[in-house]
């Protein structure tokens, strides 16, 4: 016997309703009532009934398919923002197709060429830290697709965006140390082409003159987040003359690499040296000392990525005006920053 797959019509005839009444059911139509809508989805579910997305694609002259280009995935922070963008788009029916520039430029522009070829109805997106020449999205708006960038953005885009409030964040971190007593205050920073490593740097320069700290510009050191050169940077400031009493560093697996070697050095922490990171990575409260850190509501900034992506594929494209969505942070003390425990 011939295997069929079911389709719209086997559930309108089984239900007795029309095709057209089913297919609003099915994408939860506001003008199909619950219980139609309930019969509808329960049939479903039992026939094993499976949306014929090339059909629908044909029709709507869509392939109900996205793209995302993250800077890694094995890094906790956009691991997490992706799956909360899977969650909304799911739900939309919509597949996320996932690529990882690897923090290369050139990967960065090469999987964004791919995913136009395959014709995705929109991109998310995060810079690499290599990225300075934004043309290959330039040209993702030139060709008409939408674009939303999240965490690290470029000002030079007129797209929507999703970000923390990073400067606000940075200047509660470097508060903290400044109230907990520490006084020569160093801040370990990302790459300078990276606006989100601007405004944490802003961020931590607003806190020392708002307490009337002098600022030294052999306290700030930044590198480009390799693996390894946080110890080349962390090296220019344990050789300086006045050694810092607290760093501040750009993220989390910073501050964790910072902290790993000051404890093989045989520095204490926080006794000699305090420590804060940013964006409260699960290793975070797990490592001896607990660190401090300036949380992120990353999961959500992936799902308001994603809901904005599909707003602005769903609306009217000659009404479309950018958005930028700014989300909260919230500092978290913890051992790493406050003498005597806590």
């Given at each position: 016997?011939?295997?069929?797959q079911?389709?719209i019509?086997?559930?309108?005839?089984?239900?007795?309703i029309?095709?057209?009444?089913?297919?609003?059911?099915?994408?939860?139509?506001?003008?199909?009532?619950?219980?139609?809508?309930?019969?509808?989805?329960e049939?479903?579910?039992?026939l094993?009934?499976?949306?014929?997305?090339?059909?629908?694609?044909?029709?709507?002259?869509?392939?109900?398919?996205?793209?995302?280009?993250v800077?890694?995935l094995?890094?906790?922070?956009?691991s997490?923002a992706?799956?909360?963008?899977?969650?909304?788009?799911?739900?939309?029916?919509?597949?996320?197709?996932?690529?990882?520039s690897?923090?290369s430029?050139?990967?960065?522009?090469?999987?964004?060429k791919?995913?136009?070829?395959?014709?995705?109805?929109?991109?998310?997106?995060?810079?690499?830290?290599?990225?300075?020449?934004?043309?290959?999205?330039?040209?993702?708006?030139?060709?008409?697709?939408?674009?939303v960038?999240?965490?690290?953005?470029?000002?030079?885009?007129?797209?929507?965006?999703?970000?923390?409030?990073?400067?606000?964040?940075?200047?509660q971190?470097?508060?903290?140390?400044?109230?907990?007593?520490?006084?020569?205050?160093a801040?370990?920073?990302?790459?300078?082409?990276?606006?989100i490593?601007?405004?944490?740097?802003?961020?931590?320069?607003?806190a020392?003159?708002?307490?009337?700290?002098?600022?030294?510009?052999?306290?700030?050191?930044?590198?480009?987040?390799s693996?390894?050169?946080?110890?080349?940077?962390l090296?220019?400031?344990?050789?300086?003359?006045?050694?810092?009493?607290?760093?501040?560093?750009?993220?989390?697996?910073?501050?964790?690499?910072?902290?790993?070697?000051?404890?093989?050095?045989?520095?204490?922490?926080?006794?000699d040296?305090?420590?804060?990171?940013?964006?409260?990575?699960?290793?975070?409260?797990?490592?001896?000392?607990?660190?401090?850190?300036?949380?992120?509501?990353?999961?959500?900034?992936?799902?308001?990525?994603?809901?904005?992506?599909?707003?602005?594929?769903?609306?009217?494209?000659?009404?479309?005006?950018?958005?930028?969505?700014?989300?909260?942070?919230?500092?978290?003390?913890?051992?790493?920053?406050?003498?005597?425990?806590?």
């Amino acid at each position: 016997m011939k295997n069929h797959q079911p389709t719209i019509i086997d559930i309108a005839k089984e239900l007795g309703i029309s095709k057209s009444t089913v297919s609003r059911a099915l994408t939860g139509h506001p003008n199909i009532s619950k219980e139609t809508q309930k019969r509808v989805l329960e049939l479903a579910k039992k026939l094993d009934y499976q949306k014929n997305t090339l059909a629908l694609s044909l029709v709507k002259h869509q392939s109900f398919s996205l793209g995302a280009v993250v800077p890694e995935l094995i890094a906790p922070f956009f691991s997490l923002a992706i799956t909360g963008a899977q969650e909304v788009t799911s739900r939309a029916g919509y597949t996320l197709f996932i690529c990882q520039s690897n923090e290369s430029y050139l990967t960065e522009v090469a999987n964004v060429k791919a995913l136009a070829e395959r014709q995705i109805d929109g991109i998310i997106t995060s810079l690499s830290k290599e990225t300075t020449d934004i043309e290959h999205l330039r040209n993702i708006q030139r060709k008409g697709i939408p674009l939303v960038m999240f965490n690290r953005v470029s000002a030079d885009l007129e797209v929507s965006k999703v970000v923390v409030n990073d400067r606000e964040g940075a200047f509660q971190a470097v508060e903290h140390l400044i109230l907990a007593g520490y006084k020569r205050i160093a801040h370990l920073a990302g790459p300078k082409n990276l606006l989100i490593s601007q405004n944490r740097l802003n961020g931590y320069l607003d806190a020392l003159r708002t307490y009337n700290f002098p600022i030294e510009d052999e306290l700030i050191t930044s590198y480009d987040l390799s693996k390894g050169q946080a110890r080349v940077a962390l090296m220019r400031l344990l050789d300086l003359p006045q050694v810092p009493d607290a760093i501040f560093c750009i993220n989390d697996p910073t501050a964790i690499e910072v902290m790993q070697i000051l404890k093989v050095r045989g520095i204490k922490i926080p006794d000699d040296i305090a420590l804060v990171g940013f964006s409260d990575d699960p290793a975070s409260s797990l490592i001896e000392p607990s660190l401090t850190t300036v949380a992120q509501p990353i999961i959500e900034m992936g799902q308001v990525a994603a809901q904005l992506l599909l707003d602005q594929i769903q609306g009217d494209a000659e009404k479309f005006v950018p958005e930028t969505k700014v989300l909260k942070t919230k500092l978290i003390v913890r051992r790493s920053s406050v003498k005597g425990g806590i």
